[in-house]
């Protein structure tokens, strides 16, 4: 299927299933994922299924919920003629009315349009702006560990189904069917991955490689960006220290070829875990795969908690030293304590805090949804003393004359 051929289905499954906002999720993100497969190679350790797509659903910036690339479109038009290019101008038409980023902007009122008028944050020069994104979840891996894919979908059968939930029920069947296709895909040209592969068809994870890997698909098909307490998610599958130390690493390095820049948190550390002898292992295993290979991801962040052996601060100080930007360093007795008081929760809710990729703190997989904004001080200083004026005289990467104001008006 062709770039074009793809556009004209996910269009037409998004249109037909417009009646059922559930369904018509699962359906378009299915067949985004179906038609966009990531190319396996026989080096590949982990499969990592992150499409591609002119058109499609996601969760944050330009892949703001329903989405299409109208700058790619509108390159397609132009090789195309006559009824085809028809089409595709139509097309362009619709999907400039129907994305969603810009969907969401036709509904702020007049004040905020006027204040936050621009979403390039990256090169424009204004004091606010707003982030489409869907962000801040951490999801339950070890709940994904102890049921696999088959006991969630068994944990759905057992209640009353609604739309919601048949829709839930219908994406772990369609993620089945994407790991079949990776499966086959993986057959020939690298067997080891598709063995992995079809055993998580099979059962829940039994070992470390299957865990990660299961936990990676999941983390390709939701589109997350930070991956919770792995000490407590791995300590179960920990039975050989070399073949532990494997798995992290490549696992560490499928994080950093995603390259998510501001995310990729891994925690390790702290209270609340459950098999401490186990994971205070995991924890020292992880600190010297980072010392070992020197990544800029995984955001790798220790929360130290005094029933921990000094032997893995030692370790973290030393990863420090060797010229590593991790771990982050997080002090237990200080935070969950301020944690409980911020956010009026029980101690066993705040044994869970985790923070985000910019650092803000939320419980594991209890919390959902992030600061959905940029407000930038130093320019608002600069405002207020230049009488709303940007001191640099080129405004934006695209040279565009806005006045050279900032935020679109004088202060």
């Keep these: 299927m062709n770039e074009i051929q793809y556009l004209k289905e996910f269009t037409r499954l998004y249109k037909e299933n417009s009646h059922d906002k559930y369904n018509r999720e699962v359906e378009c993100h299915f067949f985004m994922h179906k038609e966009n497969r990531t190319k396996i190679t026989s080096d590949d350790y982990f499969l990592s299924c992150f499409p591609s797509a002119i058109c499609g659903f996601g969760s944050r910036n330009t892949n703001f919920i329903y989405n299409c690339k109208l700058e790619r479109l509108a390159k397609l ?58 962000g801040g979840a951490y999801l339950d891996f070890e709940k994904l560990f102890d049921l696999g894919i088959d006991g969630l979908i068994h944990e759905i059968d057992s209640q009353p189904l609604n739309s919601f939930l048949r829709a839930c029920k219908k994406s772990l069947i369609y993620l089945k069917e994407l790991i079949k ?29 299957e865990a990660i890997q299961l936990m990676w698909i999941y983390v390709g098909v939701s589109e997350i960006r930070n991956y919770g307490r792995m000490d407590n998610q791995l300590a179960r599958f920990l039975d050989d220290e070399q073949d532990a130390y494997k798995n992290i690493a490549e696992y560490f390095k499928v994080i950093r070829q995603r390259n998510t820049i501001y995310n990729g948190r891994i925690i390790l550390g702290g209270e609340g875990r459950h098999d401490l ?65 911020s ?65 679109g008006h004088k202060a």
């Excluded at 902007?105 to 004040?111: A, C, E, K, S």
């Excluded at 067997?191 to 994870?205: D, F, M, S």
Aim: proline share 5%.
């Design 77 to 134: 038009i132009e090789g195309t003629h006559d009824v085809e290019k028809e089409e595709l101008e139509e097309l362009y038409t619709f999907w400039a009315d129907e994305n969603d980023k810009e969907r969401l902007r036709r509904y702020y009122p007049n004040d905020i349009k006027e204040l936050m008028p621009y979403d390039d944050f990256e090169n424009d020069y204004y004091t606010a702006y707003p982030l489409y994104r869907l």
């Design 181 to 209: 296709l990776y499966r086959d895909d993986a057959m020939d040209i690298n067997p080891e991955l598709a063995y992995t592969l079809n055993e998580l068809l099979e059962h829940r994870p039994q070992n470390m490689k």
């Design 277 to 341: 002898e186990k994971a205070n292992k995991i924890c020292s295993i992880a600190l010297k795969v980072m010392k070992d290979l020197h990544l800029t991801e995984p955001q790798l962040t220790l929360r130290w908690s005094k029933d921990m052996p000094d032997s893995i601060f030692d370790n973290a100080i030393d990863c420090i030293e060797s010229g590593c930007s991790y771990p982050l360093l997080y002090n237990d007795t200080v935070n969950i304590k301020n944690i409980k008081e």
């Design 343 to 407: 956010m009026n929760v029980s101690y066993k809710e705040a044994v869970d805090y985790v923070p985000l990729g910019c650092g803000e703190y939320v419980l594991d997989h209890k919390s959902i949804g992030s600061p959905n904004g940029i407000i930038n001080l130093a320019k608002v200083l600069e405002g207020l003393v230049n009488d709303g004026k940007c001191m640099n005289l080129v405004v934006g990467a695209t040279g565009k004359d806005r006045n050279n104001t900032i935020g």
